[in-house]
């Protein structure tokens, strides 16, 4: 086995998610200009704070969730309200 399919067999025990799945994410993530460092972060205070298995996590919709979320504060930060909790208005 060469260097190359050693790190991707490393990669496949280590990663509970597929190729496809992971760049779905990064595609949308670096679309709304989402640091991959900030988002690795939130999966795994996530998955902590869920007690969600970690490759039980849907790393698509943890992305859409995320960019959803920043949207949220983003928002707030600049309206100085929670739009969810004090309107009827959502960002999804």
Do not use: K, W
Not at 51 to 64: Q, S
């Amino acid at each position: 086995m060469n260097s190359n399919e050693s790190v991707n067999e490393l990669m496949r025990s280590i990663l509970p998610f597929g190729y496809l799945d992971l760049q779905a994410a990064a595609e949308l993530l670096e679309e709304a200009r989402v640091s991959f460092n900030d988002f690795s972060s939130y999966v795994e205070e996530f998955a902590l704070d869920t007690g969600v298995e970690f490759d039980r996590l849907d790393i698509c919709g943890l992305a859409y969730e995320y960019i959803l979320q920043q949207a949220r504060q983003e928002i707030e930060d600049q309206l100085a309200i929670d739009i969810c909790n004090s309107t009827d208005i959502y960002v999804y």
